[in-house]
């Protein structure tokens, strides 16, 4: 039998020929793979030799030819397809191994790969009698069934045939983005007229949101995702709801930099957040924000957890999920022995999104990522008092904290420390008094947030009683100046953004 072997990525490689011409299998190779094989020690057949045309065009044409597509794609059922193999002196090819070019990872003209998606497509087609091969992690079992069975069976075929459709499909789709990626259009512009989502499931997860769902984590077949480096170093494993929460918290916190920072997420919305001079302080005030709501929830820190920040952390309630960039020594140890559940990650920093996507009911909602577009430079303060600069650092941290909080949204900062968040509320009055409750008192002087502007002004006169000094708002309603003459008269200062930050 006569193997094909063109692979880009040459992990194992020199293996799997070895395995194959032990089994006396006939290998046919190119270009640089057949350097490898020649350099390894390995005899195998160049597929000039087989075409009777050499490469040309840099390559671009080697194995685009009837006498390795014909021993590719011949039905061995079908006798006039043996004869015509007959007829053409084309020998049959029983296993093609190839992998693309890393397009993905290095996007180019030169990296769009014309002959090995060819081989591989049609190999795959007629995987009833040829076998496929697209990745290294199956040459092993693949070298393991053709030494004890001589072939590789039915069961085999059909699912290496579904992995190498699977493989080009996001291959082309890798190419189809990075086409849309360059258009350089705003606006509406910037969503494409399609969307080629093709995934892979990366990691089982202990289950989905509830125990009787089923729960994964998939990224974009051939994609590498910052989650791929995340690292657990204790406790139970991981359910669809903790990475979910885990991705909220770890995307919060580094937007809170560059200043120590933590923040503290309950069912993907904020109970705790604060920065400081250092990472236990800031871990400290995070989690006096909302002790109760903090039990069970997920701590996210943009350093790494440091003995004092580890002894605050086993004093205070328990986490479900920690993440941060990394421990230091004795820290694990420490964290595990009071909390041996408590799953302790460690990550690098978030990755960006090209595009958000939301699964709805018979489709998909698609839109740019969320982003703080508006600026402090942007910010226009309209009231006859301006905030101070300690107050202006609360405003900032209110505006981040409101963003990321689901809507309405009324979070109330004082001295670096979120100090009252009231979440998806369907009244903006309410958020606010649920924000105002769980502040206490503690709010005087410092700031408050609301995620889209206020439509009364009964919403600032509860911001008013909670005893802040700022209020920040997008503004944009027809009642604009009455809330201006309202926060004057509350003796406040109000800045408008000119920016909602709507998150549901």
Same mark, same amino acid.
């Given at each position: ?41 390995? /005899? ?13 065009? +840099? ?76 990745? !290294? ?53 910037? #969503? ?6 093709? #995934? ?20 974009? #077949? ?14 139970? !494993? ?16 580094? /937007? ?93 920093? !978030? ?11 018979? +489709? ?56 009252? =968040? ?10 606010? /008094? =649920? ?10 002087? +410092? ?41 004057? /008269?509350?003796? =406040? ?12």
């Amino acid at each position: 039998m006569r193997a094909l072997l063109s692979v880009y990525d040459k992990t194992g490689l020199v293996d799997l020929a070895r395995g194959l011409s032990r089994l006396g299998w006939e290998l046919v190779s190119s270009g640089g793979t057949a350097a490898a094989l020649n350099a390894a020690g390995v /005899e195998c057949t160049p597929v000039e030799a087989v075409t009777g045309s050499p490469e040309m065009l +840099g390559g671009r044409v080697k194995t685009l030819h009837p006498a390795i597509h014909g021993g590719i794609l011949a039905d061995r059922d079908r006798p006039e397809h043996v004869a015509d193999l007959l007829a053409q002196n084309i020998a049959a090819i029983g296993l093609v191994v190839c992998n693309l070019y890393p397009f993905t990872s290095d996007p180019s003209i030169e990296m769009i790969d014309i002959g090995g998606p060819t081989m591989v497509r049609a190999a795959a087609k007629n995987h009833a009698h040829v076998g496929v091969v697209v990745d !290294p992690a199956e040459y092993p079992a693949v070298l393991e069934e053709l030494a004890r069975e001589g072939l590789l069976g039915p069961e085999t075929r059909r699912r290496l045939a579904r992995a190498a459709f699977a493989h080009t499909a996001a291959y082309d789709a890798a190419i189809v983005s990075w086409l849309d990626s360059g258009s350089g259009d705003e606006g509406a512009a910037a #969503l494409p007229g399609t969307l080629e989502l093709r #995934l892979e499931r990366a990691q089982d997860l202990r289950y989905g949101e509830n125990p009787h769902q089923q729960g994964a984590r998939y990224r974009q #077949l051939g994609a590498h995702s910052w989650w791929d480096d995340v690292v657990q170093h204790a406790g139970l !494993p991981l359910s669809y709801l903790n990475l979910f929460d885990a991705a909220a918290a770890w995307q919060l916190v580094h /937007e809170l930099g560059p200043q120590p920072a933590v923040a503290i997420i309950k069912h993907a919305n904020p109970c705790g957040a604060a920065v400081a001079g250092d990472l236990a302080t800031a871990y400290q005030l995070a989690y006096e924000c909302d002790e109760k709501s903090a039990f069970g929830g997920i701590v996210a820190l943009n350093r790494p957890v440091d003995g004092a920040t580890a002894s605050a952390m086993v004093a205070a309630a328990q986490a479900d999920v920690v993440i941060a960039p990394g421990y230091a020594s004795g820290t694990l140890e420490a964290l595990v022995a009071k909390r041996k559940n408590t799953r302790l990650l460690q990550g690098p920093p !978030p990755g960006d999104e090209a595009l958000h996507v939301r699964q709805i009911s018979g +489709g998909f909602l698609v839109q740019q990522p969320y982003r703080f577009a508006a600026t402090r430079a942007d910010w226009r303060v309209v009231t006859k008092v301006a905030p101070t600069e300690e107050q202006w650092a609360d405003t900032e941290l209110a505006w981040k904290l409101a963003g990321y909080t689901k809507s309405n949204a009324v979070v109330l900062v004082a001295g670096g420390q979120a100090v009252g =968040i009231g979440a998806g509320q369907q009244s903006r009055v309410d958020a606010g /008094e =649920i924000a105002a409750r769980k502040a206490a008192g503690r709010g005087k002087g +410092g700031a408050c947030a609301t995620d889209a502007f206020y439509p009364f002004r009964d919403g600032l006169d509860v911001a008013a009683a909670a005893g802040v000094g700022v209020v920040i708002q997008p503004g944009g309603s027809v009642r604009d100046q009455e809330l201006i003459d309202a926060a004057d /008269e509350h003796g =406040i200062a109000m800045v408008l953004t000119g920016e909602r930050q709507f998150r549901h």
